[in-house]
């Protein structure tokens, strides 16, 4: 046989003059190109016979012989990378067929296109999605795909993260069952309005149901998108977490509260004390003349009330110089429940004291800490209309802080309203003033205390508050605001 280097493209071969019948074909045998079109040489920019005997993964790459193996005498199309001359990479799309005889292998290219510009352009689409969900999974505030029904297609890490799930959770979760159930309806009349077209974009802020229980605040960005012939294909939801941003808006409309009352406070309390002294004086004579005369009794009942109610206007409107001792909680908590035995007993109720056997120190003014105590006690004991007990406890749950639970079996207070505990006038009491209770709140905070409140209707309510434990003697003045 002919070396290599006398092949030319006019040389027969076993099946015939290919460039007769096909004169665009190229042919390699066992690997190594002897027959080059000139559309071939043009693509690759090899001169005539520069490609004669070479290779074919010079052109396909290292492992193009074994890609372009096909089935004996079928056509087969493939989709290739090529590389050219100049060392630049492209697509080709190659229709060809491989062709046995004797101890040769014939690869024959019938045909093959450049498609580089097809492909760099999918290379473009693809690199954009990419950004695209890098964007989106790794966006500061919430994103999710929702279904017009309503179902989380896909959401971003932010997303999960406000709502307590896994990153990249999936299953069948409805957006619904996370958001908190009196806040659903306005949040479908939302998406309603973008489904007919009435808004492009819709901003709410609702409450979000985080997936250890607690309420989280969100505002959200709701857009639909749509395909080329206006059918709605999904939501796309922004979120963003405004709990502490709605939790500061309420303690400043509680702020603008306390001051308001701490204003009224001055005046009612200087405008009503001194009548009140001089009735209060003449109902004490006149009471002294006539001992069974029940009216008198009653007066004088009242007017003791309304002296309860000026002295805590004024403890709201008077500024004072608190001194923060360090005393024993066990001790304060079993003067105050000594103090309280009487009126408990009165209304048919049993107080239970759980303290531990060690000393409790905390650094706090004494009184101050008895009144919260009393106010507590006295909250949970006027709750029991039918008796019960009261149970009053201290505990070591952490080395560094010490929780008083005052706990009572009585009516209890709605979900609802325990968000409006300590706030001035709001009271379930029918004669209650809710100073008592915001007084209370003011001591717990000024003495670095925690409280938390849980109730359940006609079972009972739990007051829980934590102070923390003073590691020695220290002498303290802290103006009250």
Request: glycine letters at 8%.
């Amino acid at each position: 046989m002919d070396s290599l280097d006398d092949c030319s493209e006019e040389r027969p071969y076993p099946f015939g003059p290919i460039h007769e019948w096909l004169p665009d074909v190229s042919v390699a045998e066992n690997g190594r190109m002897i027959v080059v079109s000139r559309s071939m040489r043009e693509l690759f920019g090899y001169g005539d016979r520069e490609l004669i005997g070479e290779r074919i993964e010079r052109l396909f790459g290292p492992d193009s012989l074994e890609r372009l193996s096909g089935s004996d005498e079928r056509p087969f199309r493939l989709q290739s990378k090529a590389y050219r001359k100049n060392k630049t990479t492209i697509h080709v799309d190659l229709h060809a067929s491989t062709v046995h005889r004797g101890n040769s292998v014939y690869l024959v290219i019938r045909a093959m296109e450049d498609i580089t510009p097809p492909k760099a352009e999918e290379t473009s689409v693809a690199i954009i999605e990419e950004r695209f969900r890098s964007a989106f999974h790794f966006a500061a505030v919430g994103m999710a795909l929702v279904t017009v029904q309503g179902v989380l297609q896909e959401m971003n890490y932010a997303f999960c993260e406000i709502i307590g799930l896994p990153a990249q959770a999936s299953g069948e979760l409805n957006i619904k069952s996370f958001l908190y159930p009196e806040d659903v309806d306005s949040y479908l009349e939302g998406c309603t309005r973008l489904l007919i077209g009435e808004t492009q974009s819709c901003e709410m802020e609702k409450r979000f149901l985080h997936v250890s229980g607690r309420l989280v605040w969100g505002a959200l960005c709701i857009t639909l998108v749509r395909d080329v012939d206006g059918r709605p294909l999904n939501y796309i939801i922004q979120l963003q977490d405004i709990t502490q941003k709605k939790e500061t808006e309420e303690l400043l409309r509680k702020s603008d509260k306390l001051t308001i009352v701490g204003q009224l406070a001055a005046g009612v309390a200087h405008e009503v004390r001194n009548p009140l002294t001089v009735l209060k004086g003449f109902a004490q004579i006149l009471r002294s003349g006539d001992r069974g005369n029940r009216y008198f009794e009653l007066m004088l009942s009242e007017v003791e009330r309304i002296e309860s109610i000026i002295g805590e206007f004024l403890m709201l409107a008077k500024p004072q110089m608190v001194k923060f001792y360090e005393a024993d909680l066990n001790v304060l908590t079993s003067e105050v429940a000594s103090l309280m035995e009487t009126k408990a007993i009165m209304s048919g109720v049993q107080i239970h004291m759980r303290q531990p056997s060690g000393p409790n120190p905390i650094l706090c003014d004494a009184n101050q800490i008895k009144q919260m105590l009393v106010n507590l006690m006295q909250n949970a004991i006027e709750s029991m209309t039918n008796g019960g007990r009261l149970r009053v406890g201290l505990a070591r749950k952490d080395p560094s802080a010490v929780t008083l639970t005052v706990e009572d079996d009585g009516c209890g207070i709605p979900e609802d309203r325990l968000s409006k505990l300590g706030e001035p006038f709001y009271s379930s009491k029918e004669k209650g003033t809710g100073l008592g209770l915001m007084i209370s709140y003011q001591i717990i905070q000024k003495h670095r205390g925690r409280v938390k409140v849980t109730s359940r209707v006609n079972e009972g309510t739990t007051f829980e508050i934590v102070f923390p434990i003073s590691e020695k003697s220290t002498l303290l003045e802290v103006r009250q605001p």
